[in-house]
């Protein structure tokens, strides 16, 4: 158990449609990472949060977006899905500097 | 820009056996991190073993070990005694030597793993 926590683990939705997925962090990681997994891209980063402020942004399209909260969770928002949206999510932490990244168990979703 | 790559898409090993699993990086950078994660079937990710790029000595954690070799720009990943357990997808990966908030990672292709008994 990587002490990462992600909700849901499944979700299937509509094209057109919005969901939103959320992690919570390591007890004490100040930094959440967002991933896309998919068979055509591989792992791509998204989006990083440190400590409630975005610091890093990756490969997100403009339909997505995310936020961290100030007990650190995290939630990243996916609007007007598309069905090339399917794809696992991971959400991660990390302590900080030069440490590594502790995934969740992702979250599964499937456009339809 | 920093890349990953694993030339390896696919491993076989026999069970109790030794298996090295490729990774070579490209950076620019001086200083950065090397990582290694095993994804099994089930989909999660997990951490394995970690390198710093000014870490004299190669990585070990039980199994596994880290063959680093800067000059080359390699960084592959030794499971002693393979299980079949071990059956599961590696990736190899890597980030920028970060001051306070963490880097994140640069993940390379990966290589699926089959342990035969």
């Known amino acids: 158990d990587s002490g990462v926590t992600q909700t849901p683990k499944h979700l299937i939705t509509a094209t057109g449609q919005r969901v939103t997925l959320r992690c919570s962090p390591r007890?004490?990681?100040?930094?959440v990472y967002w991933y896309q997994q998919s068979l055509d891209q591989g792992l791509q980063f998204l989006i990083q949060?440190?400590?409630?402020?975005?610091?890093a942004k990756g490969n997100i399209l403009e339909r997505f977006s995310a936020q961290q909260f100030p007990d650190l969770h995290s939630e990243l928002n996916l609007s007007s899905l598309e069905l090339g949206d399917s794809a696992l999510y991971f959400c991660?932490?990390?302590?900080?500097?030069?440490?590594?990244?502790?995934f969740g168990n992702g979250t599964r979703l499937t456009v339809t | 820009a920093q890349k990953i790559t694993q030339t390896q898409p696919g491993m076989f090993v026999q069970e109790k056996e030794a298996v090295t699993l490729d990774c070579t990086y490209d950076?620019?950078?001086?200083?950065?991190?090397l990582f290694w994660y095993k994804q099994p079937s089930s989909g999660e990710m997990i951490f394995l073993i970690y390198?710093?790029?000014?870490?004299?000595q190669n990585a070990t954690e039980g199994r596994y070990s880290l063959n680093f070799q800067k000059a080359r720009k390699s960084a592959n990943l030794v499971i002693s005694a393979s299980q079949l357990g071990d059956s599961a997808m590696y990736f190899c990966?890597?980030?920028?030597?970060?001051?306070?908030?963490?880097?994140?990672?640069?993940f390379g292709e990966g290589t699926q793993l089959t342990v035969n008994p």
């Open positions: 991660a932490s990390s302590v900080g500097a030069n440490s590594p990244l502790h």
């Open positions: 007890s004490g990681d100040l930094s």
């Open positions: 949060y440190y400590n409630g402020e975005e610091r």
């Open positions: 950076t620019s950078d001086q200083s950065y991190g």
């Open positions: 390198q710093g790029s000014y870490d004299e």
């Open positions: 990966a890597m980030s920028r030597w970060e001051e306070t908030s963490g880097s994140r990672l640069t």
